[in-house]
């Protein structure tokens, strides 16, 4: 059997938002990755893979998405940011001046360039078992597509992919060699996304790790 964190570890999250992160976070696991802490839609998602995730967070597409955060309008993928705002009788405005906002957005552009980066090597070299999940489902031909865009990134490549059933329903059921569906009885709402369930994300991440026909070991530096 593999440890947790082992197991956590051996995995990054593609979306739709934190979730996965604070399951990784209550293991130990604070390793950066793109999309750990963004919100991620699926469609914006497979749009960000097709395109290598070229002109990701270009100054002039940023815009306010709330007053911690950033919408990519060239992805629709949000980031955390430093460069707020706040309500005013246009909607969300960001605070401070351009030139605050530059200075801010330079050592955040440095930041998503190499998670980027970091993030499109694991894509190439099937390093990582990419997960997402969604609170209101994802998709079936989104899902398709983008298991198929995986590929073409590495033949090697498995997603899983975390859907809701309202029940008492832990799973894990493999639909091909590079793409997993598991399924979990409640997803955190998205306003309070730490408020996981733990031990079902422990099962469907143990799960995942211990098949052998995932072959662990791959992803994993000490078993």
């Given amino acids: 059997m593999i440890a947790l964190p082992q197991a956590y570890a051996a995995f990054v ?8 992160g604070f399951a990784q976070r209550a293991h130990g696991i604070e390793e950066g990755s793109l999309l750990r802490w963004a919100v991620t839609p699926a469609e914006a998602l497979l749009k960000a893979l097709r395109n290598k995730f070229e002109g990701l967070y270009a100054f002039d597409n940023l815009s306010p998405s709330s007053p911690d955060m950033v919408r990519d309008s060239a992805t629709g993928l949000c980031f955390h940011t430093q460069m707020f705002s706040g309500m005013t009788n246009y909607g969300l405005e960001f605070k401070g001046s351009d030139a605050e906002r530059q200075h801010i957005y330079k050592s955040e552009i440095d930041k998503i360039s190499y998670m980027k980066q970091k993030l499109i090597n694991q894509l190439e070299s099937a390093s990582k078992i990419f997960i997402m999940k969604s609170n209101s489902g994802i998709n079936e031909m989104i899902i398709k597509y983008i298991v198929e865009t995986l590929i073409e990134f590495n033949e090697r490549n498995i997603l899983v992919v975390v859907s809701s059933c309202g029940r008492d ?9 590079n793409f997993y569906q598991a399924t979990i009885s409640r997803f955190a709402p998205y306003e309070k996304a730490d408020s996981i369930d733990l031990e079902a994300w422990n099962y469907i991440v143990g799960e995942m790790v211990n098949r052998s026909d995932v072959r662990a070991e791959r992803f994993i530096d000490t078993l």
Avoid: P
């Fill in 169 to 177: 329903c832990l799973g894990v059921e493999a639909v091909s060699r």
């Fill in 13 to 20: 999250n593609l979306g739709d938002n934190c979730e996965f």
